[in-house]
Nanobody, 119 residues
Framework: QVQLVESGGGLVQAGGSLTLSCSAS????????MGWFRQAPGKEREFVAA????????RYGDSVKGRFTISRDNAKNTVWLQMDSLKPEDTAVYYC????????????WGQGTQVTVSS
């Protein structure tokens, strides 16, 4: 059973930064791709970012390119999402996910963490 636990969400002003963390257990973390999705109220879930098992490949959604950075530490079973230059439209529940590759990274989901960006 895969368990993903997100942390680091909160309230931040527009233009600010926030770092989300995801701790993984119950699966071979070091051989799995990790990702982040988000869902804003009344909207569909949106792909944010993904990273391959060895950090050799990264993908980003168009709306966050150049502002968000995904990284991981396999020794700590942790993946991070560094969010800079935050905008009110980044307000959403952010979910950590895992899967076999950066293009198939949504096999398992965490419970989510709320990020609110005030204008």
């Amino acid at each position: 059973q895969v368990q993903l636990v997100e942390s680091g969400g909160g309230l931040v002003q527009a233009g600010g930064s926030l770092t989300l963390s995801c701790s993984a257990s119950g699966r071979t973390f070091s051989s799995s791709a990790m990702g982040w999705f988000r869902q804003a109220p009344g909207k569909e879930r949106e792909f944010v970012a993904a990273i391959s098992w060895n950090s050799g490949s990264r993908r980003y959604g168009d709306s966050v390119k150049g502002r968000f950075t995904i990284s991981r530490d396999n020794a700590k079973n942790t993946v991070w999402l560094q969010m800079d230059s935050l905008k009110p439209e980044d307000t959403a529940v952010y979910y950590c996910t895992t899967g076999p590759s950066v293009v198939a990274v949504a096999d398992y989901w965490g419970q989510g963490t709320q990020v609110t960006v005030s204008s």
